[in-house]
């Protein structure tokens, strides 16, 4: 079977170092579904207003490795990265076939604008750029499961980061750029590895370089240096 995409997704993040690792972890992190020229009709559309979330499948097109090379069993972050599960028991972007899936909240529907109309939502965990293969609703009576178990997940903790951001690193920042940045950062965007105090971290966002450290249970930004 051959896939082509349907759309691409914009989004704050120019690399994928710094994005939340599930999807609607961080509901205040804003993107867009802007579809490719052949998708830009109104009628594939028709009655999409009347959900609230969407599922959408996409590619992990940060991914370097080749599409060839995988393995049986991957590191999960929430594991500390250093417990190996199965691949298929995991949401890692490592996979034989680079799909990931994501639900993501409508926050309104723009119609007319240079790129046809985009879709804008909500609680995205996409990179800049990504191709996405298709958008399915969200149906609540048939995709929530408030009493399954999830593996794993369930018997792990884990306790977000408070965030700090100076009063002068604020300023540069727009109200709703520094709850997306405060959501972000209070993941934990590094390595589940890492924990030097000392080291200064990078992560592009919005077209600014975010510098930030992580000591006594805060993420601290250090830096913010706009392109």
Same mark, same amino acid.
């Given at each position: 079977m051959e896939i082509r995409p349907i759309a691409d997704f914009k989004s704050?993040?120019?690399?994928?170092?710094?994005?939340?690792?599930? +999807?609607?972890?961080?509901?205040?992190?804003?993107?867009?579904i802007v579809f490719r020229p052949e998708y830009? %009709?109104?009628?594939?559309?028709?009655?999409?207003?009347?959900?609230?979330?969407? *599922?959408?499948? *996409?590619e992990f097109s940060? %991914?370097?490795? =080749?599409?060839? +090379? *995988? =393995?049986? &069993?991957?590191?999960?972050?929430?594991?500390?990265? %250093? &417990?190996?599960?199965?691949?298929?028991a995991s949401r890692s972007p490592f996979r034989p076939n680079r799909l990931g899936l994501s639900?993501?909240?409508?926050?309104?529907?723009?119609? !007319?604008t240079a790129d046809g109309t985009v879709i804008h939502v909500s609680g995205a965990d996409l990179m800049d750029g990504t191709?996405?293969?298709?958008?399915?609703?969200?149906?609540?009576?048939? !995709? +929530?499961?408030?009493?399954?178990? +999830?593996?794993f997940v369930d018997t792990t903790g884990w306790t977000p980061l408070e965030v700090a951001i100076p009063e002068k690193f604020g300023k540069m920042l727009t109200e709703s750029e520094r709850d997306m940045l405060a959501g972000v950062l209070a993941q934990d965007p590094r390595p589940q590895y890492h !924990? !030097?105090?000392?080291? &200064?971290?990078g992560m592009e966002f919005g077209g600014m370089d975010i510098h930030f450290r992580v000591h006594d249970g805060t993420a601290e930004v250090t830096d913010i240096i706009k392109k």
């Open positions: 704050p993040f120019g690399t994928k170092f710094g994005i939340p690792r599930q +999807s609607g972890i961080v509901p205040e992190l804003e993107g867009t830009r %009709n109104e009628e594939a559309l028709r009655g999409i207003d009347g959900f609230d979330y969407l *599922w959408l499948i *996409w940060g %991914n370097k490795e =080749s599409k060839d +090379s *995988w =393995s049986p &069993t991957v590191r999960p972050p929430r594991l500390g990265g %250093n &417990t190996r599960i199965g691949v298929f639900a993501v909240k409508i926050l309104g529907i723009e119609h !007319d191709p996405i293969y298709d958008i399915k609703p969200y149906v609540t009576y048939a !995709d +929530s499961r408030p009493d399954a178990r +999830s593996g !924990d !030097d105090p000392a080291k &200064t971290y």
